[in-house]
């Protein structure tokens, strides 16, 4: 048995998941007025109730206590303190100092023991980003010819893809009139096919993104651009007006012919996915302009105070990763979907996939020692109300429990008609209709006499009449958390990314997982250069199993 598993603490929480197995939401809120107010909690304009979760208040307590055993609090205090809690690579994780607002020194410990400030550097690089951004907003940096930039087209994938593009996305009302946004991602060749064939290459800033500046699918991307501009009608400083670069590695930048000048840069105790807040933003910067971008931060940081001071019951990102652990590990939820109301927040679930998969994906915890538990779910979304006409069947009425977070605005940025009255109520709606279900009696006194009576035209049987209540029944006692957000404006979303951040940090503490690093996609990129070559190679391929080896053929013949 894991040490984890050995806890008393764990066991108490095995032994109350078995004792809570005929806890019934709907009769707990009709018993307990008092419910709703006791499972909320709020941060400024963010308001989360927890309360149509399957849980009571000796829950909540034996998770409470589940999160002291594991010492949460103290792996907090040690990745705020710049400590190598990234322990497979030996790397401070700091990604809260990109964002500070306070004046205490932010010291991180070199793997060299050396305790550094890292406010200066930041600040630096903050300083370079809004000057870039202001000059491309106003038009004082263009493009070779003198022409103003009309679009800025990112180029990274993963951590250096899915942050910004989410963000400049969520924050749609904020951009600039003049400028289009792109992101470039895939190697497949349509992506960026597509993407140029919108463009004006004079008047187009590309940003590659990529903290290693080794990622095989951004490079090839990026070297496709800049081949345009070696060859383009253009001024014969062309790439260097039209191409930057965002890194924590300046020499392949430069061996790239990306001069330093033109690099902004980051640093190895940002890991990729919680980049965001970085340069790996500045295309975020450039949209919203640099004072939203500031507000982006201000949000964040204050989720970050949120985080390290209150107490760990009204603890937004502890509270909704021990609601996750519970899930996960005492009653066998193996996903959970984030399902935003709010369109902007499209690509939410997707830039989540990743902050959370890759983080807590892992199957050994920090000591290399294989777990004998359940770690991070399987994450996945859409907006609603789409999701309600595609998937929401499965979590009403399907055979597994599906813990889900509705995430809503109370304001909009587009009062088009009565829509937005509409989407708030299908958001609620379905939170409710999840944790009351709907038993057969109910479902029987909904049949009308006229309604029997058509289905008698139709020739349908009489037992089978009968039997449709049955398949109009719904369980219930379905989990969701409601998370609504006042208005999604730049301060907002970075407190909602920076909770689902932290939420990850202590499930990733509660599991003893090295939540930032991420070897299972390393495997991937090694295999991709090793087919590379065999499918450009015109030899007889004796390598890889058969399958893989019949594919290569096949598709060198073809
Ligand atoms: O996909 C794996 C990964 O290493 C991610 O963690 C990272 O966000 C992405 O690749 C991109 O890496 P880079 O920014 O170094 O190009």
């Known amino acids: ?124 690089v903050l300083l370079r980003m809004k000057a870039f951004a202001k000059e491309v907003r106003s038009g004082v940096r263009c493009g070779s010819t003198g022409l103003p930039f009309t679009d800025v087209v990112n180029i990274g994938i993963g951590g250096s893809d899915l942050g910004p593009a989410m963000a400049v996305r969520a924050l749609t009302p904020y951009t600039h009139d003049r400028l289009r946004f792109h992101f470039v991602s895939n190697v497949d ?18 940003i590659v993104v990529s903290k290693t500046f080794g990622t095989q699918e951004t490079l090839a991307n990026a070297r496709v651009v800049r081949d345009l501009y070696l060859t383009a009608q253009l001024p014969r400083n062309a790439l260097a007006k039209h191409v930057v670069a965002v890194s924590s590695e300046p020499k392949p930048v430069q061996d790239f012919g990306i001069e330093l000048e033109n690099m902004f840069e980051f640093w190895d105790w940002v890991g990729g996915r919680y980049s965001l807040w970085s340069a790996v933003g500045l295309s975020l910067a450039i949209a919203i302009g640099f004072d939203n971008f500031v507000q982006f931060h201000r949000g964040a940081h204050a989720m970050d105070k949120h985080f390290q001071t209150a107490p760990a019951g009204e603890n937004m990102p502890i509270l909704l990763a021990l609601l996750g652990v519970w899930y996960r590990n005492f009653l066998g939820a193996a996903t959970h979907a984030v399902l935003p109301y709010d369109q902007y927040l499209a690509r939410f679930p997707a830039y989540l996939q990743q902050a959370d998969m890759e983080s807590n994906g892992k199957r050994v915890d920090r000591n290399g020692v294989e777990v004998d538990y359940q770690t991070g779910p399987i994450l996945w979304g859409e907006p609603g109300t789409n999701g309600q006409h595609a998937f929401y069947q499965l979590i009403h009425q399907g055979t597994q429990l599906i813990p889900a977070d509705l995430i809503a605005c109370i304001r909009t940025h587009n009062p088009v008609a009565n829509l937005h009255d509409l989407l708030l109520a299908n958001c609620l709606a379905q939170g409710e209709a999840l944790m009351t279900g709907k038993t057969t009696d109910e479902a029987r006194t909904e049949v009308t006499a006229a309604e029997i009576e058509k289905l008698e035209q139709r020739g349908m049987p009489p037992e089978e009449i009968e039997r449709r209540p049955i398949h109009r029944t719904f369980p219930g006692n379905r989990p969701t958390n409601t998370l609504l957000i006042h208005k999604l404006t730049p301060g907002n979303l970075g407190a909602l990314i920076a909770l689902y951040e932290h939420k990850i940090h202590v499930q990733g503490a509660i599991w003893g997982l090295n939540s930032y690093d991420q070897w299972g996609v390393e495997l991937g990129k090694k295999l991709a250069g090793e087919v590379y070559s065999d499918i450009r190679t015109p030899r007889v391929v004796t390598e890889h199993d058969s399958s893989t080896r019949g594919l290569i053929e096949r598709i060198r013949k073809h």
């Open 1 to 124: 048995m894991s040490e984890l598993t050995s806890l008393p603490q764990w066991g108490a929480l095995s032994d109350h998941a078995r004792g809570m197995a005929g806890f019934n939401l709907r009769q707990a809120f009709d018993t307990d007025p008092g419910r709703a107010g006791r499972f909320s909690v709020e941060l400024d304009d963010l308001f989360l109730d927890y309360s149509k979760n399957l849980i009571t208040d000796e829950t909540l307590g034996l998770l409470l206590a589940l999160a002291r055993a594991c010492d949460v609090e103290g792996f907090r205090a040690r990745m705020f303190a710049g400590e190598p809690i990234n322990n497979t690579e030996r790397r401070a994780v700091l990604h809260t100092a990109l964002r500070y607002q306070g004046d205490e020194p932010l010291k991180l410990t070199r793997p060299d023991g050396r305790e550094e400030d890292v406010r200066a550097e930041v600040a630096d």
């Open 189 to 206: 060749p349509t992506h960026i096919a597509e993407t140029l064939r919108q463009l004006d290459l004079a008047t187009t800033l590309f």
